[in-house]
């Protein structure tokens, strides 16, 4: 990958600085100087592109995906031939592409039916499909539940400190990047209440303890108080939905203290709320109705007490993520902060320090917009506004 020069450049750094005017040159696949204005003079074999009236900025990154829970072909009709299930690999890799397309370029899977996770990120490894950089848990590390039943493959049940340290080795052996865990139970279950806390504070304890031994973080999906407040309290990395934590501020300040992040997820309340409520239970809807206001009284909560916060949009359709970002915003983050929410400070949620921010020595994963996402969130889920992806300083074919 030769050089490339990037002149006119309006910057949004991702840690929320700006800069106009700015000329930016890449060498392989890395931001390799950044000056306001046209200094820098291009050398031989340099490409240059000018992207005046345009918006650079990192490319996006999303701390909560679910890659294979959504159907993204129409429902089969009667009679129609019945769908292989080999098919659904080809749907990955289409969902990969439209992420990338889009600009986002780093997803973590918080969980993937059959290891689908797993192996879309081998297969993206191994150049066999384009995609974002994806972490994955393996299987979620749940105690024995009635969502264990709904989301079978999904989980890894264990029950008792010793199963569950078990449970982490595995998914770490399956190649995990982090561990996740059932901190309490799901608002889309309806043998769940969400509110107890589903694992002890010792079985929290023993996963915190093997993933941080071992390098690797922690995700708890927490809702209601007491799994939350014992996912905090323990140490957890990332708070997944968290609605509950604007009932105890106390917690949002030891998460400010301790470097703890909340990815708040608004969308997902709004999924089963009313954007797709006709395929869930009433009581469900009615439940979810109650926690999307929760959420956006935690989403402002958080910020008031400097609790880091991350996108994660935890909904469909893929590539449109930067839906989260355009939620979190009107929810009452400035658009700025909405931006680093989906850019540094998801990398910093998932512990990676070469992407999320346009900066000398980062990996190339960056966005150009046509139009100001400061003033209009939504360009950033509008395909066509979408000017130019890089991954790694490459251009993202958008075929
Ligand atoms: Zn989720």
């Not at 020069?5 to 991702?14: K, S």
């Not at 918080?110 to 995609?131: E, K, P």
């Amino acid at each position: 990958m030769g050089e490339l020069l990037l002149t006119n450049a309006r910057v949004l750094d991702g840690l929320g600085g700006e800069i106009q005017n700015a000329t930016i040159r890449l060498d392989d696949g890395r931001v390799a100087e950044i000056s306001p204005g046209a200094d820098v003079v291009p050398g031989p074999g340099f490409e240059v592109m000018d992207l005046s009236g345009k918006t650079l900025m990192p490319a996006l990154v999303d701390a909560h995906v679910h890659l294979s829970s959504y159907e993204t072909l129409p429902p089969l009709l009667r009679g129609e031939e019945p769908r292989a299930d080999a098919v659904h690999y080809f749907e990955l890799a289409n969902i990969a592409r439209n992420l990338i397309r889009m600009g986002i370029l780093t997803v973590r899977d918080v969980g993937s039916m059959d290891d689908h996770a797993l192996h879309l990120r081998q297969a993206i490894r191994l150049g066999l499909s384009a995609g974002p950089r994806i972490l994955t848990c393996a299987r979620i590390v749940s105690a024995t539940s009635p969502g264990c039943r709904i989301f079978t493959t999904m989980y890894r049940p264990a029950d008792g400190v010793d199963e569950i340290r078990k449970a982490v080795r595995e998914q770490l052996a399956m190649g995990a990047d982090f561990v996740k865990i059932m901190a309490t139970g799901a608002r889309s279950v309806v043998l769940e209440d969400p509110e107890p806390a589903q694992l002890t504070r010792e079985e929290v304890r023993t996963v915190v303890e093997e993933a941080h031994r071992l390098g690797k973080r922690v995700a708890a999906h927490a809702e209601g108080s007491g799994g939350t407040r014992i996912a905090v309290e323990e140490g957890v990395d990332t708070i997944e939905h968290g609605l509950s934590l604007h009932r105890t501020p106390e917690l949002l300040d030891l998460m400010a203290e301790q470097d703890q992040t909340l990815v708040p997820t608004l969308s997902t309340f709004h999924d089963v709320s009313e954007d797709h409520a006709e395929k869930y239970p009433c009581t469900l809807v009615e439940q979810a109705k109650r926690q999307r206001e929760e959420a956006y009284r935690t989403l402002t909560a958080a910020r008031e007490a400097g609790v880091r916060i991350a996108m994660g949009f935890d909904s469909y359709p893929l590539g449109e993520n930067a839906r989260e970002l355009a939620r979190m915003v009107e929810g009452g983050l400035t658009p700025m902060q909405g931006i680093v929410a989906a850019t540094s400070a998801a990398a910093a949620a998932l512990g990676l320090e070469d992407v999320g921010e346009v900066r000398v020595g980062a990996t190339a994963d960056l966005l150009v917009v046509d139009g100001d996402p400061l003033e209009d969130p939504s360009v950033l889920q509008n395909l066509t506004r979408i000017h130019l992806v890089l991954q790694a300083g490459s251009p993202v074919n958008a075929a």
